[in-house]
């Protein structure tokens, strides 16, 4: 079955610390991952796409990684700050299909 | 501006009753879907379009139902309201080879 799972959860960091989120995925074949940024009560926004053979892609603060071995992908956030606090979702979108396949999301919050 | 409009916001709805949630774009994207999101669960397909007059059922698309007649506006239709209704909707819209543009999103209670 297609599965994309997070961790953690959920994450609270002090404004302007480094954190890293993971994200596991089954899907396959595999087309693309993309990280999506969440705010309270909004609809998902685009922060990062990758395909199979990319690596590493940065958004700003924002750094994405992808190992499509292991099936895993990171996203790093360098220097928090409050408006990070957000849900961080983690999609995964399989070869030759329109649909995604999104994972749970981490709760993030940055605390001043 | 360019983007997803959903409409409403927010709705109540008793048990039973039927509405329709509205969602238009104005980038000439080819791809329509409708999601609900519910807490501690990723975003679930409820109904998708590949195009105007074309949809298709997407992961939990019963009590639900959806048309396209043009390429803006693809609205979902609850026709007989349940709590097990209550949740979060989105609708998102992508072109070839774009990411999804998400709307705001409607909080539904149906009570």
């Known amino acids: 079955k297609n599965q994309v799972e997070q961790s953690p959860q959920s994450l609270i960091i002090l404004e302007g610390k480094n954190c890293t989120l993971q994200?596991?995925?089954?899907?396959?074949?595999?087309?693309?991952l993309r990280w999506y940024k969440q705010d309270t009560g909004r609809g998902p926004v685009s922060l990062t796409i990758m395909t199979f053979s990319e690596n590493t892609k940065s958004n700003g603060r924002y750094t994405a990684t992808l190992d499509a071995d292991t099936k895993q992908s990171s996203l790093h956030i360098t220097a928090s700050q409050l408006s990070d606090s957000a849900s961080y979702i983690c999609?995964?979108?399989?070869?030759?299909?329109?649909?995604?396949?999104f994972g749970t999301g981490t709760r993030l919050k940055v605390l001043a | 501006n360019a983007g997803v409009t959903q409409t409403p916001k927010f709705q109540v709805l008793k048990t039973g009753q039927s509405m329709t949630l509205q969602c238009a774009q104005d980038?000439?994207?080819?791809?329509m879907s409708w999601y609900r999101q519910d807490p501690g669960m990723g975003l679930r397909l409820i109904h998708y379009s590949v195009g105007a007059g074309i949809t298709d059922q997407g992961e939990v698309p019963n009590g639900y139902n959806v048309s396209r007649s043009t390429t803006e506006d693809f609205p979902l239709r609850l026709l007989s309201a349940a709590p097990s209704q209550t949740s979060v909707y989105f609708c998102?819209?992508?072109?070839?080879?774009?990411?999804?543009?998400f709307g705001s999103g409607t909080r539904l209670t149906v009570v």
């Open positions: 998102a819209s992508s072109g070839t080879g774009l990411g999804y543009t």
């Open positions: 999609v995964v979108i399989g070869s030759g299909t329109y649909k995604y396949i």
């Open positions: 980038m000439n994207h080819e791809y």
């Open positions: 994200c596991n995925y089954t899907v396959s074949p595999f087309s693309n």
